[in-house]
């Protein structure tokens, strides 16, 4: 799974057992990281799947055989990894140049002040030749440019089982009950009409929006006790018990193993999943997500950028050279390779009136459900919402609480647990 993982962090919630962990993790750092003893070395740290991945070294190649004596290195590490050890090893001065990752990391960083503003080094008509969601601004400075945009929930769908996708929820419903079918009547059913990861509540945003709700205000205050996500609550719960189209326990693996073994018509799952169905040998389909009704409101998920942030500790001498390959590696021609082989939306402008990117059906579909999404938020406290909102959440899956007292629960337990982080 590559989503940007919001629902863990293995790093300590006060601030003050922070600063202990802190303490005690920098003291094993090792030499390898830092910068400074060698100009001529960048080091990115990442959390790239394998195929992005296999683009990248390619990429840097052609930088490094463009600068003779430049050496690129590009280090993976899982996400929440790549997190907590950019923290640590920023704060003891050390780290890669450049880290990569989803834009609800900039928040924690920023507040560390262990990211540079690269506003001084990329001007406004630099600026203006991107997306505007491409480039993350938080507290004032520009602390992340993307290569990608996304990172977005959609509904994906099976062609040999669905020739047109559902637009609405009740389309989504009477096309799951057809599509949800018991083959050889032994009163189980092989085929579901939908599945995903519904017991996650990065999973769940989706329907809540849909029905109104979000997980925080403009001043980043959690707004969970509401009817948007009380009625979420109620639809997740309708489609699984009442409708039946979905499976009575489903996480991200199980969803994914009946989708690509053709058990299931349609799956919600994000962008970074679609080129392992078409390996899998399934023919899909991308649509947005299906407006509610009721609302009149499409079902939106978080998007969010993803790119790179400069390590505050670059040696003011060398920030240009890093900034050169940053420019490199957000070149068009780079996007569009990228684009290509794994349909991640490109995040330069020029590329939008691209042939290929004007005429793929996967790329077309995927720029809608993009501009019918909402900003994933990069402030720190969206990692309490999510701690507070899955204990709640699950109980309502499993029978423990009702909707009503599940959204109460989940926003005080927001509330505290961002108290708690701020002490």
């Known amino acids: 799974m590559e989503f940007s993982n919001p629902e863990r962090s293995s790093l300590p919630s006060s601030r003050s057992s922070l600063a202990l962990f802190l303490l005690v993790v920098a003291s ?7 910068r400074k003893d060698d100009p001529d070395r960048i080091v990115i740290w990442h959390q790239m799947r394998v195929d992005e991945r296999l683009i990248l070294e390619e990429q840097m190649k052609r930088y490094m055989a463009l600068h003779p004596g430049i050496r690129v290195e ?26 990569y990752g989803p834009s609800d990391q900039i928040g924690p960083f920023q507040v560390m002040d262990i990211i540079t503003p690269l506003e001084p080094y990329l001007d406004s008509a630099y600026q203006a030749s991107f997306n505007p969601k491409a480039l993350t601004w ?9 290569d990608k945009l996304g990172n977005h929930l959609t509904l994906v769908y099976n062609k040999k089982l669905l020739s047109v996708p559902p637009t609405t929820d009740l389309e989504l419903i009477d096309i799951g009950r057809r599509l949800t ?17 519904y017991t996650e509540p990065f999973f769940f945003v989706p329907f809540m929006s849909g029905f109104g709700g979000w997980v925080m205000d403009e001043n980043g205050v959690p707004t969970l006790n509401s009817p948007g996500t009380i009625n979420g609550l109620k639809f997740i719960q309708k489609l699984r018990d009442v409708y039946k189209i979905i499976p009575s326990e489903s996480d991200y693996n199980i969803a994914d193993a009946l989708f690509k073994d053709g058990n299931a018509a349609m799956i919600i799952n994000g962008d970074w999943s ?17 407006k509610i009704v009721s609302t009149g409101l499409f079902c939106a998920p978080m998007v969010s950028p993803k790119g790179y942030s400069m390590n505050v500790n670059v040696p003011e001498s060398k920030r240009a050279r890093v900034i050169d390959l940053v420019k490199f590696l957000m070149d068009p021609a780079q996007q569009l390779e990228t684009a290509k082989a794994l349909n991640t939306m490109p995040t330069r402008t020029i590329l939008y ?16 459900q993009i501009d019918q999404g909402r900003a994933m938020p990069v402030v720190p406290e969206l990692r309490a919402i999510w701690d507070a909102m899955r204990p709640s959440y699950q109980a309502v899956l499993g029978g423990a609480k009702s909707p009503e007292d599940a959204a109460r629960d989940m926003q005080l337990l927001a509330l505290r647990k961002i108290a708690e982080m701020n002490e």
């Open 28 to 34: 094993l750092l090792f030499a390898s990281c830092s």
């Open 74 to 99: 590009a280090i993976y590490k899982e996400t929440e990894e790549l997190r907590s050890g950019f923290i640590v090893a920023a704060i003891a001065g050390q780290g890669p140049d450049l880290v």
């Open 138 to 146: 938080y507290k004032g400075h520009l602390l992340q440019v993307a």
């Open 181 to 197: 079918v018991d083959r050889d009547g032994d009163g189980k059913t092989d085929q579901y009409g939908l599945v995903w990861n």
């Open 274 to 290: 679609w080129s392992s169905y078409r390996k899998a040998g399934i023919d899909i389909g991308i649509s947005p997500l299906p």
């Open 353 to 368: 009136s691209n042939e290929f990117v004007l005429n793929d059906e996967i790329l077309r579909n995927s720029q809608k």
